[in-house]
């Protein structure tokens, strides 16, 4: 295998950060995939988080999926639909070699997640480092042109939730009204006139670290327009979170939907809570648009 192999996890959100999160939800563990014969052969004694220099005996050559857990963390389980923060190495299961130095990023353990990498991280813990051996079928979702099986080492660096986990709110008069489905998605109804100013009112209370200025914020988010009563913008339709930046002069994350104006409510917020906010309409003929926007995660200002 060529060093060059190229990763195509496309779910994954590349990005090189850490924060701080909530705790994931409660995970079922019913599709998490097994320990077998060739991932227990996997071993790892390199620095968590950096390289974990593994080696097993070669060629490894697994009929299904495997995992292991090769070093056990103390932090929260993690659950299909939450977004984990790891360092992760590749390797080529026929020779043992390294396809190139480790990558870190988040990922999204979704249904779309190539190579079945879900069911391999599904019921893992924030501080666990875990070898997944992959066969052949599976290895060519995760590496273009992979010959032969694959080893991946998983350092699980952090962990946050698929939803905002904070404590319901009191409703208040004079915005539209906030559903929610059994993940935790949100529906906005729109049952009244376009508003003149901006404004906002707290649907969840999360207890995690405060908001501040320059922070980059996990989100979920979804917009409504005024105009027509639907979906303008989702990631939850999407699948992937999105890293909004906190920045008083109006900057955004490159390639975010983040809205105009919406940072000033978010700001002060906590993690884990789900923040309803109202944007009037633009000189430029845009519509009023509602958010509901649920606060996940925290990359501290450096």
């Known amino acids: ?62 009929k299904q999926l495997e995992r292991t857990v090769i070093t056990q963390g103390d932090g929260a389980e993690i659950g299909p639909g939450s977004t984990v923060d790891v360092t992760y190495s590749l390797y080529d299961g026929e020779t043992g070699q390294s396809a190139g130095a480790p990558n870190t990023g988040f990922i999204v353990l979704s249904d779309s997640l190539q ?11 924030v501080g666990d480092r875990v070898a997944v051996a992959l066969p052949n079928e599976l290895a060519m979702q995760i ?40 993940n935790g998605r949100p ?31 996990l989100v979920q988010s979804t917009g409504v327009s005024y105009d027509t009563r639907k979906i303008t913008t ?11 930046l906190m920045s008083e002069d109006g900057t955004k994350t490159q390639g975010s939907s983040q809205p105009a104006g919406i940072t000033p409510f978010l700001v002060g917020q906590t993690v884990g809570s789900e923040v309803l906010v109202v ?15 649920d606060i996940l995660g925290v990359i501290p200002a450096s």
Not at 115 to 125: E, F, I, P, V, W
Not at 234 to 244: A, I
Not at 279 to 292: C, F, K
């Open 143 to 182: 590496a273009a042109g992979a010959p032969g099986s694959l080893v991946m080492v998983f350092d699980i660096r952090n962990a946050f939730p698929q939803a905002a986990d904070g404590a319901p709110q009191p409703g208040q008069s004079g915005f539209p009204s906030v559903v929610h489905d059994e």
């Open 1 to 62: 295998m060529r060093s060059s192999l190229a990763l195509t996890l496309s779910a994954g959100l590349l990005l090189a950060l850490a924060g701080c999160s909530a705790s994931p939800a409660a995970a079922d563990c019913s599709t998490a995939a097994s320990s077998g014969g060739s991932s227990d052969l996997v071993s790892a004694s390199g620095d968590f988080g950096v390289d974990p220099a593994a080696t097993f005996p070669s060629p490894l050559v697994p």
């Open 234 to 244: 989702s990631t939850w339709e999407s699948g992937t979170p999105q890293l909004w």
């Open 115 to 125: 190579g079945d990498l879900t069911s391999a991280l599904t019921c893992t813990h």
């Open 187 to 217: 529906g906005i109804g729109i049952n009244g006139p376009a508003p003149d100013e901006a404004k906002s009112a707290l649907i969840k209370k999360g207890d995690g670290d405060e908001v501040v200025d320059g922070d980059q914020v």
């Open 279 to 293: 944007l009037p309409g633009s000189g430029d003929g845009a519509s009023a648009t509602a958010y509901v926007v």
